[in-house]
Structure formats: C-alpha cells, structure tokens
C-alpha cells in the first residue's frame, strides 16, 4: 500500500515563505514523475511544478521564479519551496505521484496553505 504524506502547509503573510514536503511510504519499486497541485475554494485542481526522475521541471506559469520543486530520491520525498507569497497561492496543496513499471497515480491527503494580505 502506498501513501503519500504532506506537510509544511500554514498561514503566512503576503511575501513570506513556506516549504512544503511530501514522504511516500509503502510498497514502491520506483517513483518517476512527482509533482504538486493545488486546488483553491471554487476553481479546479491545477499543476503547480512537477519533476520526472531524470530532473526535467515544469512550473505552472504564475509560480515561475517564486516556487522550486525538488526531491530527494533516497528519502522518496519531493518537496516545494515557496517564496513571495501572494494571497492567490492560498489552497490546498496536493502531492502526487507516478510510481511503478505502470505508473500508478498516487494522491496525498492535501496540506492547507493560507497567504494572508
């Protein structure tokens, strides 16, 4: 069984910074491609940043220069650095996960992150 586990969600004011982290335990062969999302009240889950297991990134367009996505593959953990926060980041931030020969899309539980003006 795999489990994927936020935390470092919070309250922070506007400008400030959080970093998010997300462990995966469980019965895991490999993990390939890993990423963030983030869904806010009323509008639909998006990409925030994504990292394959060979490094290539992808940032969605609004966090460009302001979040970076890592991992650490012998810790099987990914996490998100957020800097310049803005009161449109705040949501629910979700880490996902492709894993296996037949990658198998894993969810986390979601960590709440509130950017205050």
């Known amino acids: 069984q795999v489990q994927l586990v936020e935390s470092g969600g919070g309250l922070v004011q506007a400008g400030g910074s959080l970093r998010l982290s997300c462990v995966i335990s469980?019965?895991?062969?490999?993990?390939?491609?890993m990423g963030w999302y983030r869904q806010a009240p009323g509008k639909q889950r998006e990409l925030v940043a994504r990292?394959?297991?060979?490094?290539?990134?992808t940032y969605a367009d609004s966090v460009k220069d302001r979040f970076t996505i890592s991992r650490d593959n012998a810790k099987n953990t990914v996490y998100l650095q957020m800097h310049s926060l803005k009161p449109e980041d705040t949501a629910i931030y979700y880490c996902?996960?492709?894993?296996?020969?037949?990658?198998?899309?894993?969810w986390g539980q979601g960590t709440q992150v509130t950017v205050s003006s």
């Open positions: 469980g019965s895991i062969y490999s993990i390939n491609a």
């Open positions: 990292i394959t297991r060979a490094g290539s990134l």
């Open positions: 996902n996960a492709d894993i296996g020969w037949i990658n198998q899309n894993y």
